[in-house]
Every structure is written in C-alpha cells, then in structure tokens.
C-alpha cells in the first residue's frame, strides 16, 4: 500500500480539512487510492504540538474505519526551523518536512548559508514541493541542497499536470536530474482528486519505467517510515536528455 508523506487532512487547521465531515470524505479518497499510511502535515505554528494531539485523536477512529494509519507530523517554513531545539519530524524519525519558498522567492540569501543553518539543527530535510519554486534555471542552487543532504518531495498533481505546465516542466525536469524522492498528494479542503497517487503512479511507471516508479511510491516512503534515508532517483532517460547530460546541458 502506499505512503503519503505530505498531507493536509487535520480539521480546522490552517488549510487542512474544513470539518470532520470533510476530513473524513479526504480518507476515502485516500483509501481508494491504495493508501495505507499518511502523514499529516499542517503548517508550523506554535501550538501546534498540543493541537496535533487533541484533534489527531478525533481523527483516528475515522482513519481506522478507512484502514488508514496516521502518523504525525508538520510542514516547516525555512525561518520557522533556525534557533529551534526541537523539530516535529515525520513519524518517529529525523526527517523534516520543510518549504523554502521564502527564501527562493527572495534569494538574497545564499543558499551555503540556509544549508548551514539547517545542518546545524542536526536534523534531516525534505524540501516540500521544489518545483514550485526551482526549475531549470536554479539548478545551481538545487545541487547545493542536493549536496548538502537535501531531499526532495515532488507534487502528484504537479507532475500530472493538474497545476499548469510551468510546475509540470519543473517537476519532470527535477526528476529527471535526480531531484526527486518522494511523490505526495498535498492535499488541502480546497482540492482533493481522486486516486492522485495512483494516476501519477501509472504516468511515472509509462514514462520513466517500473523501477523508478517502485522507489518513489512504495521503497522511499517505506525508508521514511524506517528512519533511512531515501534512494537516489536517476531514471530511464531518453537519448536526447541523456547526450545533452554529457556536455552538461541541462534540458
Ligand atoms: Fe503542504
């Protein structure tokens, strides 16, 4: 069965699910989709370990019902990490979820520089949904992350398509280069499209092969769960892609 490392189902926190009756109608769609375990991530606040525990609980029967664990866990911003003793890791591990959108969206601040500041935190990374923010021309800055230990979680819905073609491009283009690991839904109250990690499943499989399709449904997220880090994704590329590669163009 599958893992969603990255998911928004909580109700009545930030984006997650509008009530009860929703987060519910959310596992469904998730059960229907082969999942067996999902992480819930709702964005970083202050309370939040403390409301995690109360509304986890409500939730746990429901997913019981659907024949879904749940596992806790959270989404960081990049500032929300610095000068933090203790993170919220996904399940009992030390991997955290976090997004560098403000600082990609910024780049003032050198990449070296938020590397250090994450390595000094002694925890592992999974940068959330890269190719909202990196594509072809960041890929500078996509190997300092990758080289620093960085890992990658790619958009269901990004890679189908379902967000427009530039987050599509990007999202085939990290994966091609191997800045891909993990593939999750995101999913929020206002967007739930069913059988998600299924389709991208099959496209994947199409497209890059059964192989790579295994690694980053079933073997990453399944390392996740077991505290390992994930495998590193370099998959069939076509001869194009692959003579560029050679003289260092990257298409
Ligand atoms: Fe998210």
Not at 2 to 14: C, Q, S, T, V
Not at 42 to 56: T, W
């Amino acid at each position: 069965m599958k893992i969603d490392i990255h998911a928004h189902i909580i109700p009545e926190i930030d984006d997650g699910a509008l009530n009860m009756k929703q987060a519910d109608e959310m596992l469904q769609v998730s059960a229907q989709d082969d999942v067996g375990t999902i992480i819930l991530t709702p964005h970083y606040s202050k309370d939040l370990q403390k409301i995690i525990v109360e509304k986890a609980k409500q939730l746990e029967q429901l997913a019981e019902k659907h024949g879904i664990k749940l596992l806790s866990g959270c989404e960081y911003d990049y500032s929300q990490v610095i000068n933090q003793d203790e993170l919220i890791t996904l399940g009992d591990n030390k991997f955290v979820l976090i997004d560098l959108y403000s600082v990609a969206a910024h780049r003032q601040q050198a990449f070296e520089r938020v590397i250090k500041n994450l390595k000094g935190t002694g925890y592992r990374f999974i940068l959330a949904h890269p190719e909202r923010s990196f594509g072809r021309k960041n890929r500078k800055d996509l190997q300092t992350l990758r080289d620093a230990g960085m890992f990658f979680q790619l958009s269901a819905a990004c890679l189908l398509g379902e967000h427009g073609s530039n987050e599509q491009r990007n999202a085939h283009f990290l994966l091609r280069h191997g800045f891909g690991h993990y593939v999750a839904t995101d999913v929020h109250y206002y967007r739930i499209q069913p059988k998600l990690l299924s389709r991208c499943e099959e496209m994947i499989t199409e497209k890059y092969g059964e192989k790579t399709a295994q690694i980053l449904f079933y073997e990453n997220p399944e390392r996740l769960l077991r505290g390992e880090p994930p495998m590193d994704i370099r998959p069939r590329r076509n001869i194009i892609v692959h003579m560029c590669s050679m003289f260092g163009i990257w298409i």
